[in-house]
C-alpha cells in the first residue's frame, strides 16, 4: 500500500469512531474497516479488566478462541508492560504480522496481516489509538454509571414496594403522582382515585388538622412528626410522618412522605402513662402502708419484749427452785420427776427464744446454729413433752433410733428438737386410740455429713389429698373444724418446713382418712468422729446372753430385737404369756433375759408365769423385766412376787435401752446429791466469791429467793432491796467498798434499773462499784441500754448458776489461772498414762458411776493440754444434767486418739 491508501483507510477509521455513542456499535463498526482497508486478516479490541485481559470484539469471530491468537494475546501484553512508554509491539507468528497498539487504560488493539506495516502507517496510529482509546474509555464509564443507575432504581423500587410503611410522591402544586401498596392498604386509596389530587386534601379531606408537612418539604426542609391523618372511611390514623424534597440537578421537583402507623405503640404509651400514674398513686399507698407497718412492727416487738419479760420472770423461779432442789436428798423417782421438770423448763426457754425469734423467720434471716449436740438427749427432750398427754389417752410411744447414727452430732438442736416435739404434739393430738412411732434413719453419709430422715407415725384421724394440700401454709389447717375441735394456729407445720428447708432437708406428709399419718422430714447434720454407740457397753458376760421378747405390738418386738441383735444379744420372741412359760419350760432354760409387756403383765396367765419362775425347776433363773411407758407404777402382785428384776421405760433410743437395762441390773450406782459448788466445770475454785458481799436489787419475792440461795451456796453474803430507790438509799449509806457488787432488774416499781444505775454513777465514791443487770429483758437492745447507762453486763433470766457464778468469777477474778485449784503436778502427764486415766474415766461413766465426776476433777488438777482440758470441761457439764451418755460420746474420741497415738 503506498502512503496515499495508508491516509485514506487512516481517514475512513477515524470517521467510524467518531460519532458512535454505543461501544459494541463502535467496535462492529470500525474493526471491518481496518480488514477492508489494512488488508488485515484479524482485528480485535482486548480490553483490561479487574481479572485481566479479555476481548471486547474480534474479527473474525472464530479467532477468539484460537490458541494462536490467545498465546499472543498474552505475549504481546507481556512485551507492552515491559515497555510502557512503547507505541506499538510486533511480532510474527507463522506467515502473520501481529501489532499491538495500546489503548491507555482500557487495553488495546491487536491487527494480523500478511505482510509488515509501513513505518509511516504506524507512526500515524498514534493518534488514531488515542482517540479510539478515548471513545472506548467515555462508553465504558457511561455504561458503568447507566448499570450502576439501574441499581439504584431497581433498589429504589424494592424499597417502594415492598416497604411497611406508607409511601407517596407529589410535584411543586402539592399533586400526587405516585404511591406505593402500603399506602393503599393504610389509606384505602388506589393511584387512579387520587392521581393529580392535592395531598393535603386525600389525607386530611375534612380540613381537621392545623399543620400539614408538604409546604415545609416543597420549601426545601427534611420533616418528622407524630400526626394523624386519615383514610379514605374517616377513620383517623396515628402515624410517624417523615418527608423531604425531590432535588434534580440542585432544584426542587416535588417532594415524598412517608407514614409509619403508630397507633399499636401510642396505645402503648397511653398505657404506661395510665400505669405509671397507677404506680405512683401505689407507691404512695404503699409508702403509707410500710409506715403503718413500721409503727406495727414497733408496737409488735414492744408487745415481744413484754411478753418475755413477764414469761421469763416465773420461768426463772420454776428453773431456779428445780435447781436448788435438786441440791436436796431426794428419792429417786423425786429426782427423776425433777431433771424432766427442768428439761421441759429449758425447752420451753428455748421455744420462748424460738417465738421471740419468729420475726426473723418471716423475714428470711433465721441463722442456724452448728453445735454438738447429743441426738439422744434431743429426742427424750422431744417425747417427754407430750408424754403426759399421751399417757392420758393411752396411747403407746415407741421409739427406734438406728444404733449406728453416731451419738454426738453437729448442727442446731434446738431447731430439730422444734420440729420434733411440733410433729409429735400434732400426732397425739390428732390420734384417740393406738400407737406413735418415731423413727430415725440414716438415708446417706459421707466423710462431712450425713443425712437423717425421721418420720412420726400415728394411727389417728388421717387426712383427704385434699386437706394435705394446705398442710405447710401459714395459718392453714386441714380443716376448719380441726381449729374448733383440736384448737392450734396452724403456723407449727409452716415454720417446721422453713427450719428444715433451712437444715437442707425436705419435709413431706403421708395420710389417707381414718388411716393416720405419717410425717417425715429429711436434714443434714455433720457427725463427731467415733460416737457412734459402743457394743462393749454391756459387761462381758451378757454377751452370750439370750432374751425371750413377750409382746403383742409388732412393731414394739421389732425395735427391741433390733437394739439387742445390736448388742449381740439372741433373741426371740413370743405373743403370749402361755408361748412364754412354755418356752421357759425347756431344760435346761435358755433365756437369761426376758422382757415382758406391761399390759400383759395383768392377765390372769401372768400368775402361771410367776410360779414358773419362783420355782425351783427353772434354773438359772432369767431376769424380767417390764416394758412399760415412763412414770408407770409396778402392781403390788408383782412387787411383792419379787420375779421382775425392774422397768425398762418406753420410747428408748439404744443408749436409754441399755441405760436402764444397766440400772435395773445392780449395774448403776444411785449418784450422791451435792449440796453446794465448789467449782466451775472448767476446774477454776469458787472460794474466791466467799464472804464477799452483794446487793441483790428485786422486786420479785421468788426470785429474790431463787438469787439468794444460789449467792449463799456459794458462801456470798446477800442484802436485798425491793427497788431501785431503796437499793440508791442503801448503797449511799454505806461507804463506797461495802458491797464488791450489785445485782440489778430492770423493771421495777418507783425507780428502774437504769435510773438508780445513771444516779448510783452520779454519787460520789461509786463510779467504779460493779453493776450486773439481771433481768428478763432478752433483746440485744436491753443489753445495750444497760451497759449505756453505766452497768458492766447483763444476765439474762432464767438464772443459770453456772451462768450466774462465771459472770461473778469474771468481775472478782480477771486471771482464770488465778482462780484454779491448786496443781500437784507441774509437768503434763505422759500419753500412756493419760490414756490410761480416761480408760478408767470411760469406765465409769459407762456404769454410771458417781466417782466418775471426782475422777474428772482429778484430771483437771493436772497439767494438762489445751484440746484435753476444754473436752473434759465439756464433759462435765454434761455430767451436771446427769448426762452421763453424752460425757461418753465426748471423752471416747479423745481416748482413742490418745491410743492411736502411742
Known sequence: MNLAMYKDALLEIAFSISGELDQQKLLQNCLPTFLRKLNCTMAAVV????????????????????????????????????????????????????YAFPLDDFGFLLLARPKPFNPFFLNEMKPLTRMLSRVCTALEKQKTSEQALLVQKAHFESIFTTTHDAMIYFDNHHLVFNI???FTEMFGYTLEEILGKNINHVIDPLNREKEYGSPRILSGETIEMEVIRYAKNGNGIEV?????????????????????????????????????????????????????????????????????????????????????????????????YLIKIGDASHSLLQILNSILDFSKIEAGKTQLETIPFILDEVLAQSWNMINENAKVKGLHLLCFRDPAIPSQLEGDPLRLGQILINLLNNAVKF?????????????????????????????????????????????????????????????????????????????????????????????????????????????????????????????????????????????????????????LRALPNPFQLVFLDSSLSQTSETSQMQ?????????????VFLTAPAGYLLPDTIKKAGCFSGIITRPATPSLFIKNLLGNMGEKKKRKIKKQRTALADGRSLSPL?????????????????????????GIKTEMAFNGNEALKQIRANPPDHYDCVLMDIQMPIMDGYEATRQIRESPGFQHLPILAMTASAFSEDRKKSLDSGMQGHIIKPILPDQLYGRLMELFCPSP??????????????????????????????????????????????????????????????????????????????????????
Open 611 to 623: 410360779d414358773i419362775l419362783e420355782g425351783n425347776q427353772l434354773q438359772p433363773k432369767p431376769s
Open 431 to 583: 390420734t384417740e386410740t393406738g400407737q406413735i412411732i418415731l423413727s430415725v434413719q440414716i438415708l446417706s453419709r459421707d466423710q462431712n455429713s450425713l443425712i437423717l430422715e425421721f418420720t412420726v407415725r400415728d394411727t389417728g384421724i388421717g387426712m383427704n389429698a385434699k386437706e394435705q394440700h394446705n398442710l405447710f401454709r401459714p395459718f392453714r389447717q386441714a380443716d376448719s373444724k380441726t381449729t374448733r375441735k383440736f384448737g392450734g394456729t396452724g403456723l407449727g407445720l409452716s415454720i417446721c418446713r422453713e427450719l428444715v428447708e433451712l437444715m437442707g432437708g425436705q419435709i413431706w406428709a403421708e395420710s389417707n382418712p381414718g388411716r393416720g399419718s405419717t410425717f417425715g422430714f429429711t436434714c443434714v447434720l455433720q457427725p463427731a468422729p467415733d460416737t457412734v454407740l459402743d457394743r462393749s457397753s454391756l459387761p462381758e458376760k451378757w454377751r452370750t446372753f439370750q432374751a425371750l421378747i413377750v409382746d403383742t405390738n409388732t412393731e414394739a418386738i421389732e425395735i427391741i430385737q433390733k437394739y439387742l441383735t445390736f448388742f449381740s444379744i439372741k433373741n426371740e420372741c413370743v405373743s403370749s404369756v402361755n408361748e412364754a412359760a412354755r418356752r
Open 817 to 902: 489461772h488465778e482462780c484454779l485449784p491448786a496443781r500437784t503436778e507441774t509437768e503434763p502427764p505422759d500419753i500412756t498414762e493419760l490414756a490410761d486415766l480416761l480408760q478408767e474415766l470411760r469406765e465409769l461413766l459407762r456404769r454410771y458411776d458417781e466417782k466418775a465426776e471426782k475422777h474428772m476433777d482429778t484430771l483437771l488438777a493436772k497439767h494438762l493440754p489445751p484440746a484435753v482440758k476444754e473436752t473434759l470441761v465439756f464433759a462435765k457439764k454434761r455430767l451436771w444434767v446427769y448426762d452421763f451418755d453424752g460425757a461418753t460420746a465426748l471423752i471416747q474420741p479423745l481416748h482413742d486418739s490418745l491410743k492411736d497415738g502411742l
Open 690 to 714: 466467799q464472804g464477799r458481799r452483794i446487793l441483790l436489787v428485786e422486786d420479785n419475792e421468788i426470785n429474790r429467793m431463787v438469787a439468794g440461795e444460789l449467792l449463799k451456796q456459794v
Open 180 to 182: 406505593n401498596d402500603r
Open 47 to 98: 480490553q483490561r479488566s479487574p481479572e485481566g485481559f479479555q476481548t471486547a470484539h474480534i474479527l473474525p469471530k472464530s479467532m477468539a478462541k484460537h490458541p494462536n491468537y490467545l498465546a499472543l494475546m498474552n505475549k504481546l501484553h507481556e512485551q507492552m508492560k515491559d515497555s510502557p512508554q512503547t507505541a506499538w509491539a510486533s511480532g510474527i507468528h507463522g506467515s502473520s504480522h501481529y
Open 240 to 336: 410517624l410522618l417523615k418527608g423531604g424534597p425531590v432535588l434534580i440537578n440542585g432544584i426542587i421537583r416535588g417532594g415524598y412522605a412517608i407514614y409509619a402507623d403508630i397507633s399499636e405503640r401510642k396505645k402503648n404509651e397511653r398505657h404506661l402513662l395510665e400505669t405509671n400514674t397507677l404506680l405512683e398513686k401505689s407507691i404512695d399507698r404503699a409508702n403509707r402502708l410500710a409506715s403503718k407497718a413500721e409503727m406495727a412492727n414497733i408496737a409488735k416487738s414492744t408487745f415481744l419484749a413484754n411478753m418475755s419479760h413477764e414469761i421469763r420472770t416465773p420461768m426463772n423461779a420454776i428453773i431456779g427452785l428445780t435447781d436448788l432442789c435438786l441440791q436436796t436428798d431426794l428419792s429417786e423417782k423425786q429426782q427423776d
